[in-house]
């Protein structure tokens, strides 16, 4: 019987140091948010009055159909 090969784990990769940078972004994006706004109804509040805005400024938006989305094979 073949004995199985271990991959040998990469010298520069530290599980305990690593951080991934995408959700670094969210983190930062989420505590900003959270600073400038106290409950999720405030910030609620906030995205319609900026879609109201869009409306009086006549910014028009397709929205998404997802009957026309394929799903990978």
């Known amino acids: 019987m073949k004995e199985k090969e271990i991959p040998e784990k990469s010298p520069e990769f530290d599980p305990e140091t690593y951080t991934n940078p995408i959700l670094e972004e969210c983190y930062r994006i989420k505590a900003e948010i959270s600073?400038?706004?106290?409950?999720?109804?405030?910030?609620?509040?906030?995205?319609?009055?900026?879609?109201?805005?869009?409306?009086?400024?006549?910014?028009?938006?397709?929205?998404?159909?997802?009957?026309?989305?394929?799903?990978?094979?």
């Not at 400038?36 to 009055?49: G, H, I, N, R, V």
């Open 35 to 73: 600073a400038q706004f106290k409950t999720p109804a405030e910030f609620s509040a906030y995205l319609k009055a900026l879609e109201e805005e869009d409306k009086q400024d006549r910014k028009k938006y397709v929205p998404h159909d997802p009957s026309k989305h394929t799903a990978p094979d």
